[in-house]
């Protein structure tokens, strides 16, 4: 019998690598396929989606944290009929923004000129809600995955972010349902963005998850993949 299972597809974040779904591959590998992709190369948002659907086959269930949520758009822009649903954690869908390509850069050469921990901890904090900081084993866990980044791997996903295309006008045609899910702390990608993004997808649903900042796959897993096993389950996605 032919295995007609989704693959899901987990794509992870800015300085982030699979760690980032350490506590969802076991649980979601029950529900079908799953393919934690490396995005530790890229410079380019569309040819990363390109080639993780050249990787693939059949239809896909798409995760992504951050900028990963934007590879997650390039592959339901290029691949829409096989995109069955998306899931888009602590992410955005706008183009460059006034100023952006500068900062972004400042830390490009920040990293190369004294390696990824001389931003390591400048950028988790950014990134975290303040009770997290005082979680000694999950601040060390991140600082770890961020370290495991090299100065060259970061500057090509800078590229790719700078250079990444506005969603805009792709949110209205997404064909498939949409989870949106931001933390209630995250003060990069915040959950009103969000809810502007679920305004203007035909079938989206909105999910807040308390307490938690822009590393909500770490900072929140469990509340996490209720909302997303939950959101399968109701749209009859889980098997």
Not at 54 to 62: D, E, F, H, N, S
Not at 179 to 196: I, K, N, Q, V
Request: neutral net charge.
């Amino acid at each position: 019998m032919n295995d007609t299972r989704p693959t899901f597809v987990l794509l992870h974040g800015l300085l982030c690598d699979a760690d980032t779904w350490a506590d969802f591959i076991g649980p979601l590998s029950r529900l079908g396929h799953v393919l934690a992709a490396d995005l530790s190369g890229i410079d380019s948002l569309p040819e990363a989606a390109r080639e993780i659907l050249a990787r693939t086959t059949g239809p896909l269930i798409v995760a992504g944290h951050s900028m990963g949520g934007r590879v997650a758009l390039e592959m339901a822009r290029r691949a829409p009929r096989r995109c069955r649903a998306l899931i888009l954690m602590n992410t955005g869908y706008r183009g460059l923004g006034e100023g952006e390509s500068e900062k972004r850069m400042a830390l490009v050469r920040a990293a190369r000129a004294g390696g990824i921990q001389a931003i390591a901890d400048g950028w988790l904090d950014g990134m975290i809600a303040s009770a997290t900081r005082g979680d000694a084993a999950l601040m060390a866990r991140m600082r770890a995955m961020v370290l495991r980044s090299t100065p060259d791997s970061f500057a090509g996903q800078i590229q790719a972010l700078i250079g990444r295309p506005d969603a805009s006008g792709l949110l209205g045609r997404l064909a498939c349902p949409v989870l949106l899910m931001s933390g209630t702390e995250d003060r990069w990608s915040p959950l009103d963005r969000h809810a502007d993004m679920a305004s203007r997808v035909p079938d989206a649903t909105l999910e807040a998850i308390g307490g938690a900042g822009h590393m909500a796959p770490f900072e929140a897993p469990a509340a996490c993949l209720s909302a997303i096993t939950g959101w399968l389950a109701r749209r009859g996605l889980s098997g």
